[in-house]
């Protein structure tokens, strides 16, 4: 069966080049590799023969495309147009110079250890792929704490617990339910024998007393903590539904920890995001050639030529792998075809950003935080807490990721902000979280993607980047034009995140290899 | 104000002694360490003056009152039946004598690096106290990954996905709330703009889509995951409230996070659970003699006699504290009072026990789990992946932890099991979780805590050591006998935690110190 469509891939192949090949797989369910079984991905062994391959992009999506051609014998040359590898995984150390378009120049000056993680900033652990290349790399992992019970909710002026609105608010639906359980609403809805079994159960589920109430027991927090001999707990006063929906930004919180991309547990490279990147650069470093911005690309027969660096310089190869961000792609001097040019015009792009201080870390001397984030409907959004070396006496605080988590607006608008004004609302958030503690913020960086040369933006959304399949501007994108591939996060259905850049890797290495295979079988 | 008070307690102290001023105390809503500030706890300086306490038990509250009793100027002597300090903080290590009453002797075979933590596990993050300790003493503090969204719940003999239950869950309970809403049904529980609002929000909340019918949106998890190109994600079917709740068992497994001292994050010392104890054993460690059992106390005047370790040696000293557990305090040879006496006796212990085996990380090589837990009605009731040196060759799994956990009757039944039973069923649970992978696990350990010496038990349980406020044994309990303090989780409502012995210490050097300096004042 699988020979039988090998065959006519080869034949589609032999006649169409590798766009043809590629829509035949599709059709045939066959297209690049299987997502159940990604970690194990390899080119076949020696398959490369030396052809040569020219990369453009050393992010995720570039260096894992560099890694799997190099191991199959291809000869790789990456050309990157920043002077570091990373791409939109960019963690920032004393010492880093921070440039955004149009602003003023920032340095960071946090001490050795500390780190802002400017780009990606957490990896789920369902992410198998970027997971095992940082197993199979060497790379440290530890747990990147993306909830935090104890953490503080500010919406509509009032900072409250995170335990307290997501117990509270637990507890009132199912109050609620066994109301509507008790007085027989619910009859027709579902068994009898089931709708008591659900009764039962909601009594333990909200803490509901005997007669259906909602009785906070220590969930949503004490207002005397239990402690020692006399010390009873005395959990705190349930708060009304109206209360616990104050404001329309208060949605997100609620069910961030519930997103598939999101749930516990998350990790983080030990000592900055960028780990695994370093590690694949480590691998693959001699390709690399840094401060190489990519300024035409051309098609010459069934070759790619392609100028780069300030000098103007061009390289000819047999294949490319293209993972430019559209917002780069669409102004690329390029032969592509019409309809491809066409695709790649205004997708828009997340133009988040982020505000970061240097700090004694008085959210776990103080208040015992121990990673997490804090949701506001403030400007800001976000407050991140670091994961690592808990007790150390200074961290990073990232004191605002404003990505439309709390209003869609809202990063169009703070990157549209001076760094100063980023600033200052970051610091009066916190110091509407902590009282008192915002003097202690120093070394501020912030970064907007937006700003940010060769990135213009976090990465592609809107409405032909959703959840559900994906129409003809996307199908347009993920073609072969000749032999030029394309990859980055924006080819893939985990978009935003470096899995996506990977997974998207494998897919053109899947269909490149193909390609190469077609023509190794025409010249012999 | 507060002046007033003191001088109260001290007429009452100098009346009456310590028990006096205790109950005084209490009255005057003074008892002891405020719990808000307990972590900044000291006695006054120079206040021990050279007096001299014996401490019974080199547990947390031993060393806890050992340690701040030092700083005081106390001279400590503390008594510890074992040949190593923790109690019911136990980290196992490779060539570590197990010993369990009755049973054949095991030894840990575990390589260098691995640990099982046979009684205290975790610490959460809002045990300030404990935290406070580690932070002060520079003990490295790791997070402890206490939920995991991949992990399994094995119940009614099917395994799914802990994300699959929480959500399928989540979303069953908003789908019904919202068709009693859209019937009216609740119309009168709330008013209609707050029902509207909340109406709304069950849509996200819950997954609901515009007819209010749970649509699972890739939180419960896919049946295909999204990935590179045109690899879209297929979200899991909705599981049905009846498979949802197919077993008794799996009701706290719902609950488990949410529960105030299991909520993220929660933490553990770099290196086994035992860290935090054998760094306060560094500060003390010339004050503690191992191997000495206590096997008789007496009064004498103002003053205390304890007949300690196999050659019957008898010290003296000023004061007492006593952190024994009430299986042995209840058959110590004491002149406790009558009344002391009775409350000790008879009270349940809990005799959880663990299983663990050492093996090749497959969990997270072929399932990528990283920490978390694992959820069963089988007798192992919990799996316990581990979360520290991710990627490790080797690691420890506590493939059984049997508290009660899903059925109240397995504590009991499974400490009663031979090793090789309890070993068989955790490997039969593992084989259910991870086909084919239970012939991987080696070296098990089993301890049950009943059978446990010096210990007999995790922690009081039972009806006088509920959440509420507790009546007269336990109050009993709580009070000094003359010159003998009484601490341990058990006299806390921070019960089976580090927390509670510490906090209780506390509690009880405050009245010590409240007594030395009645005695004091009395010797001027």
């Given at each position: 069966m699988?020979?039988?469509r ?6 589609l192949?032999?006649a169409?080049g ?8 599709e ?6 590799a ?5 970690e ?5 062994a ?5 052809r ?6 050393a ?7 560099a890694y799997e051609?190099?191991r ?6 990456v050309?990157?147009?920043r ?5 939109r ?7 880093d110079?921070?440039?955004?378009m ?6 960071a000056?946090?001490?050795?250890g500390n780190?802002?993680n400017?780009?990606?900033a957490?990896?789920p652990s369902?992410h198998?792929?970027i997971?095992?290349y940082?197993r ?6 530890e747990?990147m704490v993306n909830?935090?019970?104890g953490?503080?909710?500010d919406?509509?002026?009032?900072v409250?617990r995170?335990?307290?609105?997501v117990?509270?608010?637990r507890g009132?639906?199912?109050?609620l339910?066994a109301?509507a359980i008790?007085t027989?609403a ?6 009898k024998?089931?709708?008591?079994t659900?009764?039962?159960?909601l ?8 007669k259906g109430?909602?009785q906070?027991?220590g969930?949503?927090g ?5 402690a ?5 707990g ?6 009304a539904?109206?209360?616990?929906l104050?404001?329309?930004g208060?949605?997100l919180?609620?069910?961030f920890?519930?997103i598939f991309d ?7 490279p030990?000592?900055?995001m960028d780990?695994?990147?370093?590690a694949l ?7 690399v050639r840094l401060?190489?911005?990519v300024t035409?690309l051309r ?5 790619v030529r392609?100028q780069h660096g300030p000098?103007?310089q061009?390289?000819?190869?047999d294949?490319?792998?293209?993972t430019?961000?559209?917002?780069l ?5 390029a032969?592509?075809s ?12 997340l133009?988040?950003v982020?505000v ?7 959210w776990e ?12 409907d403030?400007?800001n ?5 670091p994961?690592?070396r ?7 605080l990232v004191?605002?990721?404003?990505a ?6 809202n ?6 902000l001076s760094?100063e ?7 009066d958030s916190?110091e ?13 960086i912030?970064?907007?993607?937006g700003?940010?040369?060769w990135?213009e933006?976090?990465g592609?959304?809107g409405?032909d980047?959703g959840d559900?399949r994906?129409g003809?501007r ?17 080819l893939?259905?985990?978009?935003l995140w470096q ?7 494998h ?10 295979a077609?023509?190794?079988?025409g010249r012999i």
């Amino acid at each position: 069966m699988s020979q039988t469509r090998r065959d006519v891939l080869t034949q589609l192949g032999a006649a169409g080049g590798a766009s043809a090949v590629w829509l035949a797989m599709e059709a045939l369910g066959l297209a690049a590799a299987t997502p159940a079984h990604a970690e194990r991905f390899a080119l076949p062994a020696g398959s490369g023969r030396g052809r040569e391959v020219v990369i453009l992009g050393a992010g995720i999506g570039g260096l894992v495309a560099a890694y799997e051609l190099r191991r199959a014998g291809y000869h790789v040359t990456v050309l990157e147009a920043r002077d570091r590898i990373g791409g939109r995984v960019w963690t920032i150390r004393g010492g880093d110079r921070v440039e955004q378009m149009g602003r003023p120049l920032q340095r960071a000056a946090f001490a050795a250890g500390n780190y802002m993680n400017a780009g990606a900033a957490r990896i789920p652990s369902s992410h198998r792929l970027i997971l095992s290349y940082a197993r199979r790399l060497g790379v440290p992992m530890e747990v990147m704490v993306n909830c935090n019970r104890g953490a503080g909710w500010d919406f509509g002026g009032r900072v409250i617990r995170e335990r307290q609105a997501v117990n509270d608010m637990r507890g009132r639906i199912a109050e609620l339910l066994a109301k509507a359980i008790d007085t027989k609403a619910l009859d027709q809805e579902m068994p009898k024998g089931e709708l008591e079994t659900l009764r039962q159960f909601l009594a333990a589920y909200g803490a509901l007393d005997e007669k259906g109430r909602y009785q906070p027991d220590g969930r949503s927090g004490f207002s005397e903590e239990p402690a020692g001999y006399a010390h009873a707990g005395v959990p705190a006063k349930a708060s009304a539904v109206k209360d616990l929906l104050s404001s329309r930004g208060v949605v997100l919180p609620y069910l961030f920890e519930q997103i598939f991309d999101m749930q516990a547990p998350m990790l983080q490279p030990v000592g900055g995001m960028d780990g695994i990147a370093r590690a694949l650069y480590r691998e693959v470093q001699p390709s690399v050639r840094l401060g190489r911005p990519v300024t035409a690309l051309r098609r010459v027969g069934d070759r790619v030529r392609v100028q780069h660096g300030p000098d103007g310089q061009w390289i000819e190869a047999d294949y490319c792998v293209c993972t430019l961000p559209l917002p780069l792609l669409s102004k690329l001097d390029a032969d592509f075809s019409p309809a491809k040019k066409a695709a790649m015009q205004d997708v828009p792009y997340l133009p988040s950003v982020k505000v970061a201080f240097e700090a004694p870390r008085f959210w776990e001397q103080e208040d015992f935080l121990y990673g997490g984030v804090a949701w506001t409907d403030r400007l800001n959004e976000n407050i991140l807490y670091p994961s690592d070396r808990f007790h150390a006496p200074t961290g990073v605080l990232v004191a605002a990721y404003v990505a439309g988590w709390t209003n869609p607006d809202n990063p169009q608008h703070f990157a549209g902000l001076s760094h100063e004004e980023r600033i200052r609302i970051s610091r009066d958030s916190i110091e509407a979280m902590h009282p008192g503690r915002s003097k202690l913020l120093t070394n501020p960086i912030t970064v907007g993607w937006g700003l940010t040369q060769w990135s213009e933006g976090v990465g592609a959304i809107g409405p032909d980047w959703g959840d559900a399949r994906r129409g003809a501007r996307y199908a347009e994108l993920l073609k072969p034009e000749g032999p030029i591939f394309f990859a980055g996060e924006h080819l893939s259905y985990v978009g935003l995140w470096q899995e996506g850049a990977a997974l998207s890797a494998h897919e053109a290495l899947t269909l490149l290899a193909s390609m190469s295979a077609q023509k190794g079988r025409g010249r012999i």
